[in-house]
């Protein structure tokens, strides 16, 4: 690929970055949209020959593109939610009822059904699986209309941190938020449930895509099955999350509270902190067996709790939102343009069918039969309407994940089915970001309408 090219569509993808969001902002149509389809145009373009963009190919880059952009993400995702969580507070673990039902009962649902149908049309078991998994977690990357904006920062009452590291008040989570009123997520739990959905399930995703890879390569349930279900569904989610929290923990404490002023980076405003964090934390959890991806979330999280209203974390949002969004503009064109030069060449009517199942149908109806079995009360926090839980349901955004969970597994092991995988999964994205682009912007704006009437209040 010319090196000229990469400088010229890296410079769109810059600009587009930068002139988009504020472009389209009042219409039902996402930047995903956008540049799926310029991307799409630009591939049927008489380009070089290595501008073919052939997944099998270029597997390793596409593997850690898409990694780093999750990443980059799922720290943003942690950073952005308003809403706390306290381990030892009941009405904390209430009040994230539908992420924990979204994550419980529809993700195993959309992974088994994937894989059923997968297996029914035909597709080999373990490829049938991987799909299955690929294409379960909903995207943190492109699902950035239906999620929570960012950090909630009062400009006049923003906590700053004191000269003095004994004046603190531990993470201020109580008295900051009585100060400044109602986290704007707390009114929201669409996108709230949506957005922490999307921050968790991604790590969520990988022991499915190791059974995949299992199951193709180690062959019987019986010979692996146990310590799959020890070691990839418990121990290394467990050791992710611990060490999310510990690295969060710590930089949380130099940043905010360190005796030395020079350390104490809330102070100074730096940004970076988040970008050292993620990169320390994703690097950390790998090395030790634990998710990397559950660890990013977890640090992001964790940082967020320390002085929870102070505008460093909006600093630091900022920061990541920028890089995501560059990130996630590059790929989707690099996307767009794979589609018009051949990803999508084994596309069948078993990958037409299986997309269409999925984005209408099994997320749907395993999202709402989560979110409705023993409902929560909708005027408390955590509970969600009808409406609100239709469209929790229907918006589960498919995308960068999905890519980067294929690359993985097919570096792993060499799936006969591969280059079907790909035109499945690449066509699936496109369904994806079409409908739920389209129709994110008006739904979420007649539920805001709705809200503002006070047709969903919750108490004071």
Known sequence: MSINLIYLIAGLAMLLAAVLPAVLD?????????????????????????????????????????????????????????????????????????????????????????????WGLGVAPAAALLLGAALAPTDPVLASDVQVEGPRVDGENAVETSDDPGDSTGDGVD?????????????????????????????????????????????????????????????????????????GWGLAKVAFRSPRRSLRLAEQGEPLLALAALVMTYGLSQLVGGYGFLSVFACGMTLRAAERNHRYHRTMHEVVQRLERLLTLIILLMLGMAMTKGVLGELDWRG????????????????????????????????????ETLATAFFGVRGIGSLYYLAFAAGEHAFADERWLWSTIAFTILLSVMVHGTLATPVMRYLERRRERGGVARPA
């Open 26 to 118: 009042r219409y039902a149509v996402s930047a995903a949209m956008v540049l799926l389809v310029l991307g799409m145009g630009i591939g049927l373009l008489p380009l070089p020959e290595g501008m073919r963009l052939d997944p099998v190919v270029i597997r390793p880059q596409v593997e850690r593109v898409t990694e780093f952009t999750i990443l980059v993400a799922l720290m943003g995702v942690g950073l952005a939610i308003d809403r706390s969580f306290d381990w030892r507070s009941r009405s904390s673990w209430a009040s994230w009822s539908p992420t924990w039902r979204l994550l419980a009962i529809a993700m195993p649902l959309t992974i088994a059904s994937v894989a059923l149908l997968g």
């Open 175 to 247: 008295d900051d938020e009585e100060a400044l009123g109602e986290p704007v997520d707390e009114k929201d739990d669409v996108r709230f449930a949506l957005t922490s959905e999307a921050g968790l399930n991604d790590g969520l995703a990988f022991p499915f895509v190791t059974a995949a890879i299992l199951l193709a390569s180690a062959g019987s349930v019986s010979s692996w099955g146990l310590h799959w279900l020890a070691w990839d569904l418990v121990g290394k989610v467990v050791i992710g999350v611990l060490v999310g929290v510990a690295v």
């Open 352 to 387: 037409v069918l299986i997309a269409v199942a999925l984005v209408f149908v099994v997320r749907p109806l395993s999202g709402w039969a989560s979110l409705r079995l023993r409902a929560r009360p909708a005027d408390l926090p955590g509970g969600l309407g009808r409406r």
